[in-house]
C-alpha cells in the first residue's frame, strides 16, 4: 500500500490506495497475484487489458521488435512483407505489419515469402506501443479471413525490442552451362557482364537446378 506504480505502456504513474483480492483486502502483492488497486490519479476506463502495473522506469514500451517466428503448420497463406496482422503480445491485442526475413553477415536480409511450416526472423511493427521483455512469446493472427479458414499465422520468441533494421535484398542470378571442363569445372554464361564484375563473387556458392552445389 501507499507504493507509486507506473502503468505501460500508457507511462502514467499513480499511488497505490487499496488492494482487494477475492473480496479481502490485501496489504501487499506480487507479481502474478490475482488482484484489485486502486490507484490515486488514474481512471479505470484509462487502463484496458493488457496494461501492466511495474515499478516507475522499470519497463518501457516499444513499438518494434525481432521475433523467432515459426509459421503455422495449419495456416494456409503465405505471408509477404508488410503483412497486416493482429498480435497478442502477453494479454495486448495490437496491429503490428510484419517483414519475414533472415539474418545473413549480421544484415537483415527480407524474404519474398514464408509457408506453412517454415521459420524465418520477423520483424514487427506496431500501431500502438507495447509492454514486452525478450524471451517473451507473441501470437499472430490474421482476422481478416473467412470464419472456416485457419486464422493462426504463428508465434514466436522475442529476440531484440526498439529495434528496426536495415532492409536488405537477396538478389539471384542466373546463367547457363556453356562447356565441362576437366575436375568438375564448369564454364558458365550470363552470370555477369564482365570480368570485373565476376571477380568480387569468386568463392561464392552457387547451385544448379537439380540442387548440385558449387563454388565460382
Not at 484489485?36 to 521488435?65: F, Q, W
Not at 503480445?89 to 496491429?95: A, Q, S
Not at 526498439?162 to 564448369?186: D, H, M, Q, W
Request: net charge positive; with cysteine.
Amino acid at each position: 500500500l501507499k507504493d507509486v506504480v507506473e502503468i505501460q505502456p500508457i507511462g502514467k504513474s499513480g499511488q497505490v490506495r487499496s488492494l482487494r483480492s477475492f473480496g479481502e483486502d490485501k496489504e501487499e502483492a506480487t507479481a502474478g497475484d490475482r488482484v484489485g488497486m486502486a490507484l490515486k490519479d488514474i481512471k479505470p476506463e484509462n487502463v484496458h487489458r493488457g496494461y501492466v502495473a511495474c515499478a516507475p522506469g522499470s519497463i518501457k514500451p516499444t513499438s518494434r521488435m525481432l521475433i523467432e517466428l515459426e509459421i503455422d503448420k495449419w495456416y494456409q497463406r503465405e505471408t509477404i512483407p508488410r503483412t497486416a496482422a493482429n498480435a497478442f503480445v502477453g494479454l495486448y491485442e495490437v496491429l503490428a505489419n510484419i517483414v519475414p526475413g533472415i539474418v545473413e553477415n549480421g544484415r537483415f536480409v527480407v524474404k519474398r515469402s514464408v509457408k506453412a511450416g517454415e521459420s524465418c526472423v520477423a520483424y514487427l511493427e506496431f500501431k500502438q506501443p507495447v509492454v514486452a521483455e525478450r524471451g517473451d512469446r507473441v501470437l499472430i493472427v490474421n482476422p481478416g479471413l473467412p470464419p472456416a479458414e485457419f486464422r493462426i499465422i504463428g508465434g514466436g520468441k522475442i529476440i531484440e525490442l526498439n529495434t528496426r533494421p536495415e532492409f536488405f535484398s537477396r538478389k539471384i542470378k542466373f546463367g547457363a552451362v556453356r562447356e565441362k571442363l576437366e575436375n568438375n569445372t564448369y564454364i558458365v554464361s550470363g552470370l555477369f557482364k564482365s570480368a570485373e564484375g565476376a571477380s568480387r563473387f569468386i568463392g561464392k556458392q552457387v547451385v544448379s537446378e537439380s540442387k548440385v552445389k558449387g563454388e565460382i
